[in-house]
Structure formats: C-alpha cells, structure tokens
C-alpha cells in the first residue's frame, strides 16, 4: 500500500483544515488507517484511527470532539477533519496503515505500522 498525504497548511486558532490520504492497491478497503502527528522536538503520536469498514472510528483525548476520521473506499481515501484547531495542533500530519488485512485491534504505537504517507505540515497560528 502506498499512501499520500495532502491538504495541510496554515490556519488561524479555531480554524478547520481537511486532510487528505490518498492510497494505491485495490486492498485500500482491507486496512484500518490511522493518522499520527509530530510535532517539533516531539515523537510522534496517534491521533485517530478508522476501522476498515469505516464502521468504527477511535481518537487520542487530546483530539476527541474535535477532529474526526472517515474514509472513502471507493476512492481509496481517507480524511481527517480538523475543527477547532489549537496553536498545539501544529505539526506535520501522517497517515498510515498497518501490516494486517481485516485487522481488529486498534494500534496507537508508530512502530505498529507498515505503511507510511509522506507527511503534510498543519500550522495553527495563535
């Protein structure tokens, strides 16, 4: 699976941003898909996280009410919306997919998945 990230970019505290993972493979729909984000001088963490039936979504506290993962099969994408945005929220954003097809259990370590985006920076100003 190859996996493309877009959409991120600079936005004023308390503004909304979508992003965007684009991914290659007729298996796209046999993959939960999360998003984690690093932040400068930070590791990086989970964020959300979407079952591969797009029938379940989970999310770190720190986003939760906030942001919200959905996917599309159909066109091999899956989304992160972004409200309420936080100057904290800066960071580069990634999507990901584990190693497993029909996966049941939720991953929320980087080191859980295989496939990787190439990252697109969110910038929250104050």
């Known amino acids: 699976v190859q996996l493309q990230a877009s959409g991120g970019g600079l936005v004023q505290a308390g503004g909304s941003l979508r992003l965007s993972c684009a991914a290659s493979?007729?298996?796209?729909?046999?993959?939960?898909m999360a998003w984690f984000r690093q932040a400068p001088g930070k590791e990086r963490e989970f964020a959300g996280a979407?079952?591969?039936?797009?029938?379940?979504?989970y999310y770190a506290v720190s986003v939760k009410g906030r942001f919200t993962v959905s996917r599309d099969n159909a066109k091999n994408t899956v989304y992160l919306q972004m409200n309420s945005l936080k100057p904290e929220d800066t960071a580069i954003y990634y999507c990901?997919?584990?190693?497993?097809?029909?996966?049941?259990?939720?991953?929320?370590?980087?080191?859980?998945?295989?496939?990787w985006g190439q990252g697109t920076l969110v910038t929250v100003s104050s």
């Open positions: 979407i079952a591969w039936s797009g029938g379940s979504t």
């Open positions: 990901a997919a584990p190693s497993q097809m029909y996966d049941s259990t939720w991953y929320f370590r980087p080191k859980d998945y295989a496939y």
């Open positions: 493979g007729r298996t796209f729909s046999a993959y939960n």
